[in-house]
């Protein structure tokens, strides 16, 4: 099967062309999304919802208060985390889909470095360590699919599928057993100590932060994509894997070095959402971010930037439907299917735009003319 | 732990049944991908298929029929989608694929919920009866293994041989394949790739939906989030184990099927294991097969490459 994912889009050429095709890219951009809007809207009259309502209720309960800001900002941890590993892998032509296998060893490892410290280690010393902890258990759960990709070609999408399994078992176990929290009940761990959590950014709001830590590694990933010799070899691999061989890289190690780096940026995600949100281990820790993280790289176009950017209003939409839960009872589980409307209609715009629609397009107009 | 435990005719026949998911998923799967179509969305497919089944079944009375039906035609409908991208306005599969996997597992808890409601108790519905097959159940072991199963299983069993002479023993077939292999070539001798491409898309899509349904109605009796359980992803990779051959991807199915029950089995019995690790069994094993699976597996040559007749090729 294919394993190439999305050759990345080549350099843009002058500026004018350049701002050019900007423009008709976020006009695109813009008329999917609205279409987007129209299809949920007819989803919400079909649940007895007034779309208007809904859509208000969403803005309102995400960025209209302090507190719902700050819960925006904690969604979109996670989520920026997940879409920055999936996006760097993707650049070198490598699809990462195990995301939400990362964040949970992530979190495993964070947790078990947590309870290693105990209150012993003061928090300058111990938080920095559970982050680090959180880097090195996301890489070790891409490892197997990084080296039997580099091995023996083994396609990557299988092993860290399969992988999101094992880790998630891994954590159920984890959560249920050993470190269970006989107070808390069900699948969920003893809090770690007071020193190893990350400090509140807004204590009134209840934001760790966590979102300046994904900013940082967005601007970091971004420097080693552009600027670095590693950088360089991802994005050779993935636009031409022939040429980059030929060329004298060797692939095999491009392989691993994208799908570590891209499991240690999912693992740190994981390390926050101990360290920063919920102070435990739980087994819900990840509500589908692994799916949400590839949707997010492939709209923002894999670019640390786009990613950003798509991050925070899929947070927006996260926020905004658990009060949409409670306001108009609608489930959880629709937050899902609105994401991939909006992923769906985006990919169809961009066909009609760029495939053999638009041409045929053209020629009902000239016919018609 | 003596080795009776790994072969007594229960767990054989519990391994028939549970390949049965599999395998008209896999052969779901086949067809689309001889076609020249990749879906990378089957679990969500699935989940589909799964909740539409049971909810057209337990929502009916209890027809089965109307619950495979219903979870068929969901199915259909769904591929049709990734058809549209895949065939119609050429795009990136994989991407359109892993879309449609997000929106099967947001679509089948939502239209769960919807239907359902929160504080009811979990609905249940009676699972498929066992049809014994006159004479043959009578056999000692094998009756008990193969010929005392739910007619969904039958019907996955014969579909085996029912596909791979439409592909291999008929007109069509020949075509298909073609389509998959070297459209261009099919479509300079007349054959319409856009159309039998679309048939290959939504008679997998029915399969794959009747695959989902098969899970509540044969093995469960109720629904539950996430309880296709990965079985999508094994289906998808079973069609490159069987190196794209139905009869081949039988015994994949049924390696996985026997995985699968014999976890069943072995909760029953030990409690020092944690049962954490005996569910993690199947995908331990998919990713030690998953080694072999890319030994020399030679995909249909124009596999997720969308066929533009307009293209200088």
């Known amino acids: ?369 | 732990m003596s080795a009776e435990l790994f072969v007594d005719p229960q767990l054989l026949r519990l391994t028939v049944a549970i390949a049965a998911p599999f395998l008209l998923a896999a052969l779901g799967e086949l067809l689309m991908e001889r076609g020249g179509v990749l879906n990378v969305g089957i679990e969500g497919m699935m989940a589909v298929g799964a909740v539409v089944g049971f909810l057209g079944t337990w929502g009916s009375g209890g027809s089965y029929l109307v619950g495979i039906g219903a979870a068929m035609l969901a199915g259909g409908l769904l591929s049709l989608i990734l058809g549209c991208y895949a065939i119609s306005l050429r795009g990136q599969q994989i991407t359109a694929g892993l879309g449609l996997l997000v929106f099967g597992l947001g679509l089948a808890s939502l239209l769960y919920r919807a239907a359902v409601g929160v504080e009811l108790a979990a609905p249940r519905i009676q699972v498929l009866p066992s049809v014994a097959i006159p004479g043959l159940a009578r056999l000692p072991v094998l009756g008990e293994v193969l010929f005392s199963h739910d007619l969904l299983v039958y019907g996955a069993f014969l579909l085996v041989p029912l596909v791979h002479w439409l592909l291999f023993g008929t007109p069509l077939g020949l075509r298909l394949r073609a389509c998959g292999d070297n459209p261009r070539a099919a479509d300079t001798l007349g054959v319409n790739v856009v159309a039998l491409r679309y048939g290959a898309t939504a008679a997998g899509g029915l399969l794959i939906g009747l695959a989902g349904a098969y899970l509540p109605l044969a093995i469960t009796g109720g629904y539950s989030d996430g309880m296709v359980g990965g079985r999508g992803w094994i289906a998808l990779m079973l069609v490159i184990l069987g190196r794209w051959l139905p009869w081949a991807v039988v015994g994949g199915a049924l390696l996985f099927a026997y995985v699968e029950a014999l976890q069943f089995r072995l909760a029953l019995v030990t409690k020092a294991v944690p049962p954490q690790l005996l569910l993690a069994l199947p995908y331990l094993l998919a990713i030690v097969v998953l080694v072999r699976v890319y030994r020399g597996a030679q995909a249909p040559a124009a596999l997720a490459v969308p066929y533009d007749r307009e293209a200088r090729g």
């Not at chain 1, 650049?91 to 309870?115: H, K, P, S, W």
């Not at chain 1, 999101?164 to 699948?187: C, H, K, M, S």
């Not at chain 1, 994981?270 to 492939?298: K, N, T, W």
């Open chain 1, 1 to 369: 099967m294919a394993t190439s994912v999305e050759p990345a889009p080549p350099p843009t050429p002058t500026p004018a062309v350049a701002r050019h095709a900007v423009a008709r890219e976020v006009g695109v951009y813009a008329a999917a999304i609205l279409a987007a809007l129209v299809l949920i809207a007819i989803l919400l009259l079909l649940a007895g919802a007034n779309p208007l309502v809904a859509y208000g209720t969403i803005l309102r309960s995400s960025l209209g208060s302090l507190g719902g800001f700050g819960q925006t900002l904690n969604k979109a941890t996670p989520l920026v985390l997940g879409a920055l590993a999936v996006a760097f892998a993707m650049r070198g032509g490598f699809l990462n889909v195990g995301v939400d296998g990362q964040i949970y060893l992530g979190a495993i490892c964070a947790t078990g470095v947590a309870f290693a410290l105990g209150t012993g280690a003061p928090a300058l010393l111990a938080v920095p360590l559970v982050l680090l902890a959180g880097v090195a258990g996301g890489a070790l759960a891409a490892l197997p699919a990084a080296l039997l990709r580099a091995v023996w070609g083994v396609n990557e999408i299988f092993v860290t599928v399969m992988l999101n399994f094992i880790f998630l078992l891994l954590a159920d176990y984890l959560a249920t057993g050993p470190w269970n929290d006989p107070l808390a009940g069900e699948a969920i761990s003893r809090p770690i100590a007071a020193a190893t959590q990350l400090p509140p950014l807004m204590p009134q709001a209840g934001t760790h932060p966590g979102i300046l830590i994904a900013l940082l590694v967005a601007v970091v990933l971004a420097w080693v994509l552009n600027r670095t010799r590693l950088g360089y070899s991802i994005r050779a691999v993935g636009d031409n894997p022939i040429a980059a061989r030929v060329g004298g890289i060797a692939i095999g190690q491009i392989a691993v070095a994208a799908l570590a780096v891209s499991g240690a940026v999912a693992g740190l995600a994981g390390a926050i959402e101990v360290s920063g949100y919920h102070q435990r281990l739980i087994v819900g820790i990840s509500p589908g971010y692994g799916y949400m993280a590839i949707l997010l790289a492939v709209l923002g176009k894999q670019r640390p930037l786009g990613v950003v950017v798509a991050g925070f209003a899929f947070a927006v939409l996260l926020v905004g439907s658990d009060s949409l839960q409670r306001s108009v009872r609608l489930p959880q589980s629709a937050v899902l299917v609105f994401q991939a409307i909006i992923l769906l209609t985006i990919l169809f715009a961009e066909a009609m735009r760029t495939g053999g629609t638009g041409r045929l397009l053209g020629v009902v107009r000239r016919r018609l003319a």
